[in-house]
């Protein structure tokens, strides 16, 4: 039989990538089409939604849903405010681009560390979300890797909706 590879834990510590690394997430100009694509071509028929208004006055809608160990997400946005989510998506023709690699922060004290560690690297954060009862969240530039790195500190309602998405 084939040996099952064994991934080593995570090793928090300094350094960007030393987190809990559970998400990768795409900006879309066009989530009919990208659910549709992700549907047929890889195999994620089943989404869990949020959608609403965003603090600048546009509207966001998020598609999330685990396959295997990783989540998938989906993000469309219009509107003042959502530049952040519209980075790299061309004006005309339908796209999917990476938007970031989304990070679980376990605590309090693992964010304090994160913010440290984003301040000690001159890395600016391009966009903060925070719902008490639900999750704070912090979408970081990564210039160089040409998408962002996103950290989410979940409070009780976003680990039911982190929990609840469905798996494909």
């Known amino acids: 039989m084939k040996p099952v590879l064994t ?53 966001v809608r998020m598609h999330i849903a685990w396959a295997g160990g990783v989540m998938y997400e989906l993000i469309w946005a219009e509107g003042p405010g959502a530049e952040v989510f519209r980075a790299g998506l061309p004006e005309t ?46 979408i970081v530039e990564q210039p160089e890797l040409g998408h962002f790195l996103e950290y989410i500190l979940p409070e009780a309602g976003g680990v039911q909706f982190f929990e609840t998405a469905p798996s494909n």
């Open 93 to 138: 023709e339908f796209a999917i681009r990476t938007h970031h690699l989304g990070y679980n922060v376990p605590d309090e004290a693992a964010w304090t560390e994160l913010l440290a560690d984003i301040e000690r690297t001159g890395r600016k954060i391009v966009h903060t979300t925070h719902v008490p009862g639900f999750l704070r969240a912090i």
């Open 7 to 59: 991934r080593p834990g995570t090793k928090f510590g300094s350094g960007l990538f030393r987190r809990d690394h559970f998400q990768i997430a795409y900006n879309t100009n066009d989530m009919d089409r990208a659910v549709a694509l992700f549907g047929t071509r890889y195999g994620i028929h089943a989404w869990q939604k949020l959608e609403g208004p965003m603090a600048g006055g546009g509207q």
